[in-house]
């Protein structure tokens, strides 16, 4: 009975030490500013309009060797949209647009993650202005490891596609500005056991 005892650790030993990889939950970085939701939307087919969400919070849990346990939950404070223009935030913050007053804050869930290619896709429900629908972002690992301060973090870079109307979004900026961009980057802190 011991000498099994005694097997079965050093297996365990064994499996940790060679890289074995369990799932982790991560805290994204807000603090540190090494995350960032940003977007893009063609102004009149022209040129291209960026802003950026200042104010949000989130997790993952990262399991390399098996993506279906992983995980996202993000949420975001709708009112910290910044274009870089006051009086276009102001504008974007009302009711033709994001409506902040009324639904203050969107959420990405994530319903399931799978390997695609050399990435991730990442399958969820995102809910912005009162309505949840279903959006898939394409997700890839830029990089994970020990940092100076005793953690370990890892980082991703995602991007997807929403259209405005599936958000009751209506107001008709275009037809080249249909379509609205998502360009997210985050790194997360893992959380100690």
């Known amino acids: 009975m011991l000498k099994k005892t005694v097997l079965s650790l050093t297996a365990g030993a064994l499996m940790l030490s060679s890289g074995f990889a369990l799932a982790a939950n991560y805290n994204i970085d807000k603090q540190g500013q090494h995350a960032f939701i940003e977007f893009r939307i063609q102004h009149l087919g022209y040129s291209w309009l960026y802003g950026t969400f200042k104010d949000f919070d989130g997790s993952f849990t990262f399991d390399e060797k098996d993506p279906s ?22 504008h974007l913050r009302g009711a033709d647009f994001l409506n902040v007053e009324k639904h203050k804050q ?13 990435g991730f896709a990442v399958v969820g429900n995102l809910t912005l202005n009162g309505v949840t629908k279903p959006v898939t972002l394409d997700a890839k690992l830029i990089g994970q490891g020990n940092d100076p301060w005793g953690g370990y973090r890892a980082g991703f870079e995602a ?35």
């Open 159 to 193: 991007s997807g596609k929403i259209k405005l109307k599936d958000f009751n979004i209506t107001q008709d900026l275009g037809p080249a500005s249909q379509e609205v961009e998502l360009i997210i980057s985050v790194e997360g802190v893992r959380e100690k056991a």
């Open 106 to 118: 969107a959420k990405f869930e994530s319903t399931e993650v799978k390997k695609d290619g050399e």
């Open 69 to 90: 346990k992983d995980r996202v939950n993000v949420t975001i404070n709708t009112a910290s949209i910044d274009t870089n223009h006051a009086e276009r935030d102001k």
